[in-house]
């Protein structure tokens, strides 16, 4: 947490924060979420995360949904 109170204000990414601690980047994913419930930390989504939607197109986003509805997942 000593850590977190440096970081930039707009945040910083697990692999970032798994590098200044010293631990894998699952762990620090673990911890975090454990943060999150607590109401000390919030997770956001990173404008340069590689893996955002708008990245695809229409027809890879309706096959992904389509994908998601035929397993069952609730928020598709």
């Not at 620090?28 to 419930?37: G, M, N």
């Not at 340069?48 to 035929?70: E, P």
């Amino acid at each position: 947490m000593a850590r977190l109170a440096h970081v930039h204000p707009e945040g910083a990414s697990l692999r970032y924060v798994a590098e200044q601690v010293v631990v894998s980047p699952s762990r620090v994913s673990r911890l975090a979420e454990e943060r999150v419930a607590r109401g000390w930390l919030e997770r956001a989504v990173s404008p340069h995360d590689g893996r955002l939607l708008d990245r695809l197109t229409q027809k890879q986003l309706d096959s992904i949904v389509a994908v998601c509805r035929a397993l069952g997942a609730p928020h598709c």
